[in-house]
């Protein structure tokens, strides 16, 4: 009967929406648990001066070790990390190893810009400044090794909010980069209204650079327009030497990528930069 194909619909429904949930739970309480287990490691990505190929800072990536199995990458918890709230921890344990990290490299003579990655929910409490804060404290930071990166899309909902988050942050002595942009709903208003330091010019830019004509005239108004507004400006997602070639002409100040490299662990940075002992910062 028709009563009883919808009692089996819904049956089928629930059940699938139990399945659903269930899992979501498990994973969850697996994040949860390797955010109690510390499985979190940062991998460092070489930004790297057009001028002159020298090394302008790095930028931290999360990934996640669990134990005995394979390394995971942020597009695959970093959205689940957000829904719960996890994403304040993680990105104060984040913050911790970076500034460790940072303090780690100074020490050894030789130091290093870290950026950071923060995520909306972070953006949207004040507890970030605090975070922020203590956090250089704890490890005696020069606090001008750390850069926080933001995006377009995260200053967007309440403009004077987060232009007094910006300041409150500048304020601490970390300096400020807008991410992926070109991506968000970009009002330029935010140029006039943040005190950021930086623009990193977003992948899908880069991508078609050299074979698509208005991604070469956009790119180059956006290194133009970053030099009038004295921002330093970055690409991302470089990976071939005619990308780089054409940023480097048009005057981008610096690039990361695969071209020059993949993140890469602290050892191997260590071991590329430091070993030859020249001043890096
Ligand atoms: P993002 O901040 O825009 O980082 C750039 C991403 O592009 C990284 O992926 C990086 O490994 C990758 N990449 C760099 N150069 C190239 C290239 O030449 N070609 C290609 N195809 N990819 C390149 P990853 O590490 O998987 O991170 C993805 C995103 O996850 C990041 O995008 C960022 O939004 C987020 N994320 C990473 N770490 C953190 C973190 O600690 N906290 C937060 N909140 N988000 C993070
Ligand atoms: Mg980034
Ligand atoms: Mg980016
Ligand atoms: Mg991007």
Redesign the pocket.
Known sequence: SAKGRNRQKYQFYSTSMGKKSELRLIQESSLRTALQKKEFV??Y?PQVKCEDGSLSGV????RWQPEGGKLR???DF?TLAEETGL?IE??SQ?LDMACAQAKKWSDLGNPIRVS????AK?FQTEELITTVKKTIERYHLDPSLIEL?VTESMTMENSSRSSWMITSLRELGVSISI??FGTGYSSLSYLKDFSINQIKID?SFIDELTHNVKSDQITSAIIAMSKQLKLHVIA????TIEQAQFLSDKGCDSI????FS??VTSEQIESTYLAVGQSLA
């Open positions: 940062l991998h990505q930028e931290a990536l999360v990458y942020p597009n970093i994403i993680l990105g984040v950071v990655n923060l995520s972070q990166e991410d992926d992948k991302e997602g470089v990976e990361q990528g695969y071209f993949k993140p």
